[in-house]
């Protein structure tokens, strides 16, 4: 089946630092991809969605200019985090779809990123 | 978007078939109901979905209430590997998931 693979899996560093994580389509041509967070115990919060080669769409509260994401590729999407502080610290899964917006979305196995 | 509403939490026997609902009173007829469960510290993993008619796959069944309104996702035989938590979606024209809380389903050995 489709899958998405998500890297790193686990990231620790110091605030003020600046994070990226990859999420790549390994076996299909993703012309959307969907980043989320997740904190503990909570359900799964849509963040923004990319479509390849244009900007994302950020949901209201999502700060564009803090979370950046970057869609290059049917194949590759980015996130990164600047300047990260503590409350930053979450997880992050992505997902990707292709073309058929009725077919299912494929998740990555998501990043914990841990700021100190 | 259109809301779903589901248990906080279940139970089941290991061997045992699971039955989730999930309440879609407000669902309009494009939408399509997804079904995903989510291991801990994993992302979510698709399971099932359907539109109208009922559906089987190799994980699961899902039966869909005549109006809609409503649909169960069918474990026939809980294992303890099922444990996590199962999340209904509804995937409009916007194609956006929105996730809700979910039903974490415990399967006891």
């Known amino acids: 089946g489709a899958v998405v693979s998500q890297h790193p899996s686990r990231v620790i560093c110091k605030s003020g630092t600046s994070v990226k994580i990859e999420c790549r389509s390994l076996?299909?041509?993703?012309?959307?991809m969907f980043w989320y967070r997740q904190f503990p115990k909570q359900s799964l919060m849509l963040m923004a969605t990319?479509?390849?080669?244009?900007?994302?769409?950020?949901e209201q509260g999502v700060e564009k200019d803090k979370f950046l994401i970057n869609h290059a590729s049917l194949t590759l999407s980015t996130l990164t985090v600047t300047s990260a502080h503590p409350e930053d610290s979450s997880f992050y899964i992505c997902?990707?779809?292709?073309?058929?917006?009725?077919?299912?979305?494929?998740f990555g196995d998501g990043t914990r990123l841990s700021i100190l | 978007d259109a809301k779903t509403t589901q248990p906080n939490s279940m139970e089941s026997n290991e061997e045992e078939p699971v039955h989730l609902p999930c309440n879609h009173s407000?669902?309009?007829?494009?939408?399509?109901i997804h079904w995903y469960r989510q291991l801990p510290s994993q992302g979510p993993e698709y399971v099932i979905h359907?539109?109208?008619s009922n559906v089987n796959n190799r994980m699961a069944s899902l039966a869909i209430a005549e109006d809609r309104k409503s649909s169960t996702l069918i474990l026939h035989r809980a294992t303890l590997r099922d444990a996590a938590v199962y999340y209904c979606?509804?995937?409009?024209?916007?194609?956006?998931?929105?996730f809700g809380t979910g039903t974490r389903l415990k399967v006891l050995a």
């Open positions: 979606i509804l995937i409009s024209g916007t194609y956006k998931y929105i």
């Open positions: 076996d299909f041509q993703a012309t959307t």
């Open positions: 359907g539109l109208t």
């Open positions: 997902s990707a779809r292709g073309r058929n917006s009725n077919q299912p979305q494929h």
């Open positions: 990319s479509n390849e080669g244009s900007k994302a769409t950020y």
């Open positions: 407000t669902i309009s007829g494009t939408d399509y």
